[in-house]
C-alpha cells in the first residue's frame, strides 16, 4: 500500500498571494463541480444528483434586493450588483441560484470537503453557493457592488473567507482569500421582540459568483499523520467514495483510490491530526443497489483502518442512502 507524504512549508504564503491575484478576474466564475473524485459508477451521479437537488432557484429583478434561503442564509443586492459580460448593468427577470451547507452532513451529501487545495484542515461555519444567469446566459457580479451575504450561526466564532473550486488534478478545494473578510455579528433574538440576543450570522460580501466558505483553519498542535482505509474486494474507486466525518468539528475530508485497489489514502495533498475522534464512512453503489459503512476510530500514526464485509450494510436503494447520510 502506497503512502504518500506532503509537509506543510511556509511556501504556502506564496500560494495564497497569488490565488488572491486571480480573484478578481472579472470574467471568471465557478459553476457547480462534478462531485470530486467522480467514480466511474452511479455513485458519482449519486452526489451529482444531490448538489442538483440543494440548488435552490429565485426568479428576481434588480429590484428584489434580497432573497433568503431554506437553511436562513440572507442574500442582499441592488440594481448594480449583477451585470453583463459588458459590465452594464442587468436590466429585467433574471435567475438567482442558491446552495447551503451548515453543517458536515450536509457538506458529506454534497460531496464538498472541508480542506485546502493545499492540504489543511478547515473548520466550517457555513457554505454557500451564488450564482446568477438570465435566458441562460450566464451573469457576473460588479466588484465595486457586490451581494451581501448573511449566514446563521450559533457559535460566536472568527472565520475567514475561502472560495472553491477544482484544483489541476479536478479535486475540489478551497483558497484562502486575503482580500475579503467574514464578520461575526450578533443578531435580535428569533422572537424578534428584542431583549435576549441569541442568533449570530457571519456577514460577508461576494464579489465573484461561485463556491464561498466561511472557515478556519484547524490546528490542535498534534502531529500529522497518513491515514488509509483498506475495502473489502469488488469496493473501490471505481464504485466507492471514502469520507473522514471528524467527530467533535464542523469538518469533513475525502479519500482517494485512483489506481482503484480498494486502498483508499487522503491523496497527494493532505495529512491528519493524531488524536482526532473521525468516522469513515463508506458509500458504494454496485449493479444498481447501494451499500455503505460508518466505522468509528481514532486516528493513530501511520493509521490504517481494515473494513471487512460484515462492516458493510446493503444492499439499499439511493433513497435509503439518502436517509443514512441526513441521520448523521
Known amino acids: 500500500m502506497k503512502i504518500i507524504k506532503l509537509l506543510f512549508s511556509t ?9 488572491a491575484c486571480q480573484k478578481d478576474d472579472p470574467t471568471a466564475f465557478v459553476l457547480p463541480p462534478n462531485p470530486s473524485p467522480t467514480p466511474t459508477s452511479a455513485i458519482g451521479d449519486f452526489f451529482k444528483n444531490n448538489l442538483e437537488d440543494a440548488t435552490q432557484s429565485f426568479t428576481v429583478n434588480p429590484n428584489n434586493y434580497s432573497i433568503t434561503g431554506n437553511k436562513g442564509t440572507v442574500i442582499t443586492f441592488n440594481d448594480n450588483t449583477f451585470t453583463y459580460a459588458n459590465g452594464n448593468a442587468v436590466v429585467g427577470n433574471f435567475t438567482i441560484e442558491l446552495i447551503e451547507a451548515q453543517h458536515k452532513r450536509d457538506m458529506l451529501r454534497l460531496n464538498k470537503q472541508t ?29 465595486s457592488n457586490p451581494v451581501q451575504a448573511s449566514i446563521p450561526t450559533d457559535n460566536y466564532l472568527a472565520m475567514d473567507y475561502f472560495t472553491g473550486g477544482d484544483d489541476a488534478n479536478g479535486d475540489f478545494g478551497w483558497d484562502l482569500s486575503v482580500d475579503d473578510t467574514v464578520t461575526t455579528n450578533t443578531a435580535i433574538d428569533s422572537t424578534g421582540q428584542g431583549g435576549e440576543w441569541e442568533l449570530f450570522l457571519f456577514d460577508f460580501s461576494i464579489d465573484s459568483v461561485g463556491w464561498i466558505n466561511c472557515d478556519y483553519f484547524y490546528s490542535s498542535g498534534d502531529p500529522l499523520t497518513d491515514v488509509e482505509v483498506d475495502l473489502p474486494e469488488d469496493y473501490n474507486g471505481s464504485n466507492t467514495m471514502v469520507f473522514v466525518y471528524y467527530s467533535d468539528i464542523n469538518a469533513v475530508a475525502n479519500m482517494n483510490d485512483s489506481d482503484e485497489d480498494g486502498t483508499f489514502n487522503l491523496g497527494y495533498s493532505y495529512e491528519t491530526p493524531v488524536g482526532m475522534d473521525v468516522s469513515f464512512i463508506v458509500v458504494s453503489e454496485i449493479d444498481g443497489s447501494y451499500y455503505y459503512a460508518i466505522v468509528a476510530a481514532t486516528i493513530t500514526d501511520n493509521h490504517l483502518e481494515i473494513i471487512d464485509d460484515s462492516a458493510i450494510n446493503g444492499p439499499f436503494t439511493e433513497e435509503d442512502i439518502e436517509n443514512f447520510m441526513n441521520s448523521l
Open 11 to 19: 511556501a504556502i504564503i506564496v500560494s495564497l498571494t497569488l490565488l
Open 115 to 143: 480542506v485546502t487545495k493545499d492540504g489543511q484542515l478547515l473548520v466550517s461555519g457555513g457554505i454557500v453557493y451564488v450564482n446568477a444567469t438570465q435566458n441562460g446566459q450566464q451573469l457576473s457580479i460588479n466588484d
